[in-house]
C-alpha cells in the first residue's frame, strides 16, 4: 500500500481528528497530570556498511550514508532524518494550533537546511561541534488569513513543537554499553 493511499487530506476530517484528540488529551490529562507523561521507544541494529534498520512498533525504515562517509547510500542519513523530523513535527504543531487559534492553514510545506562541519564528526578539530551549527527552515502557508495571523501561528509552533525543542535546548542523554 502506497503513503498516498493511507493518508487523509481533507481539510474537514483533518479539523474533526484534532480536535477530537484535543479532546481526548485535555480529559485523559485532566483526570492524572501523569496521563500526559509518554515514552518513546525505538530499536536499531546495523545493517550494511553503516546503514541501521530502524523499528519503532510496527513501523521500520533504514537509516544509512552516502558512499563519501562508508555508506551504501541506500536511505536517507541520520542527519537527513533528524532535519525531517523537524519538518514533520513543525506540520503536526502547525495544523494542530491552527485549529486550536481558528487559523486556517490550506497547505504547508516545510523545507530544511542544516549546516554541518565534518571536521567535528571525526575529531580533527576538538573545537568544532560534531551537529548541526545552524538549521534554517522556510515555511510556505497558504490561507486566506494575514500575515500577522501567520506570524503569531509560528511564534506559537516555535514554543511548542518537541523536536524543535530538542535541537534549541539541552536534553539529558544517557548510554548503557553492554558486551552480550
Known sequence: MSETTTLIN???????????????????IGASPDNAKLTYKVAGVGVGSVATRISSGKHQFTVDEPAALAGDD????????????????????????????????DDITINAEGDLDVRGLFGIDETIRPGFTDIRLAVNITGPESQERYD?????????????????????????????
Open 10 to 28: 481533507d481539510a474537514a476530517v483533518r479539523s474533526t481528528r484534532l480536535g477530537e484528540a484535543g479532546a481526548a488529551w485535555g480529559q485523559r
Open 74 to 105: 541506500t536511505a536517507a542519513s541520520p542527519v537527513e532524518y533528524a532535519l525531517g523530523a523537524v519538518i514533520s513535527c513543525q506540520v503536526v504543531v502547525y495544523r494542530l494550533y491552527a485549529e486550536q487559534l481558528g487559523i486556517q492553514v
Open 152 to 180: 503569531e501561528l509560528a511564534r506559537t509552533v516555535e514554543a511548542r513543537c518537541p523536536v524543535q525543542d530538542l535541537f534549541s535546548n539541552a536534553t539529558p542523554f544517557t548510554t548503557v554499553i553492554t558486551k552480550v
